[in-house]
């Protein structure tokens, strides 16, 4: 029984991909698919020496364009600075 059920989730998580992979391409078409931005090696530079004057994250985040986690990822990726 148990087994059923877990072959029933396996293709509905699959159907659920399809569909979204669907919907994906459809927006890209549209011209309406857009990613989540990043910070290039450049900004992340200049978003280091913001935080080391003392600009709250939120703050340069804001002057990036991007979300808080987006600024911290991007910093974390790159090498570690003071939090």
């Known amino acids: 029984m148990l087994g059923i059920l877990a ?3 396996e293709f509905e998580r699959r159907r659920i991909k399809e569909r979204q992979a669907e919907g994906i391409a459809l927006a890209k ?3 309406k ?3 989540a931005p990043k910070l ?3 900004d992340v530079e200049q978003a280091r ?3 080391e004057m003392g600009i709250p994250k939120a ?3 804001r002057a990036f364009g991007v979300s808080r986690q987006t600024l911290y990822t991007s910093i974390a990726r790159r ?3 003071h939090q």
Request: no cysteine; proline share 0%; charged share 15%.
């Open 7 to 9: 072959a029933f989730a």
């Open 59 to 61: 703050e340069v985040a």
């Open 33 to 35: 698919y857009v990613q």
């Open 40 to 42: 290039s090696d450049t």
């Open 49 to 51: 020496v913001m935080i």
């Open 79 to 81: 090498g570690s600075t």
């Open 29 to 31: 078409a549209r011209g």
